[in-house]
């Protein structure tokens, strides 16, 4: 047994990468086939600009010469330098911990170039059972923050380096949150400071009446109208559907 290589890593593996770390160079690599896929658009992006001589007010002679973005360029060739597959390196290669550290920079960078920068999005605590300082002891969830871009497959604690599958984190999430059926604004602002989830009245209303969305009908009665309430781990499942679907027809 030996440590991962990865810095800031001190996991014991038989390998040159523990067993989180290659989870999430996976979830990194996954990306590069598409970055690599829609990165020339950024390298070829056009600007029209005026001669040197040009003067305020539109003087000059326009030039629509594309202008390369040098930064795109060198991304997309730092990408095709990234290995294919992550079990493999971390089998093969005595620098594995390296490569992680430059696909997490590399494919960051070139996910806001073709994607646009996205804010970072909380997915509360991490709650992984630590040990007591005695044996006796109860174990105490891990209070470190999850943080991490929308699109990671894995978030890493930053208070004890347990890498989650973000998939897994919603799950219990929205089971977490489901339960009682609440007012759309009580969903929205719920989700809002749970998940950062930014949810507009109209959005519920469209999948509501897309089918996407069921609701609980309160307060039925003949001489007052009916209340649509909703479960706020149903609405946050929509949601998370519904961002998958138009990140993949991006």
């Known amino acids: 047994m030996t440590t991962c290589t990865t810095e800031g890593c001190s996991r014991q593996t038989s390998l040159y990468l523990c067993t989180d770390c290659i989870v999430e160079l996976d979830s990194l690599l996954a990306d590069v086939r598409p970055l690599l896929q829609f990165i020339g658009g950024a390298i070829d992006q056009t600007a029209v600009t005026r001669s040197p001589g040009a003067s305020g007010g539109g003087g000059g002679v326009a030039k629509s010469r594309p202008a390369m973005n040098v930064d795109a360029y060198l991304l997309r060739a730092w990408l095709h330098q990234l290995p294919a597959r992550a079990y493999d ?34 997915y509360g605590r991490c709650e992984e059972p630590l040990e007591g300082e005695d044996e006796d002891d109860d174990p105490i969830p891990c209070d470190g923050q999850l943080v991490a871009h929308p699109d990671e497959a894995t978030v890493k604690c930053p208070e004890c380096n347990t890498v989650h599958n973000v998939s897994d984190v919603l799950a219990k999430l929205r089971r977490k949150v489901r339960g009682e059926p609440m007012t759309p604004s009580g969903v929205r602002d719920l989700l809002r400071a749970k998940a950062k989830a ?24 003949s001489n007052s109208r009916d209340r649509k309430i909703y479960y706020p781990g149903d609405v946050l499942q929509v949601f998370e559907d519904m961002r998958a679907r138009n990140r993949a027809l991006m």
Not at 214 to 220: E, I, P
């Open 198 to 221: 930014v949810i507009t009245k109209k959005d519920i209303e469209n999948w509501v009446s897309r089918g996407k969305l069921r609701y609980v009908l309160d307060h039925v009665s």
């Open 89 to 122: 390196t971390a089998v093969d290669n005595p620098d594995a911990g390296k490569i992680l550290f430059m696909a997490r920079d590399w494919i960051q960078k070139a996910r806001d170039l073709v994607w646009g920068p996205e804010d970072s999005r909380v």
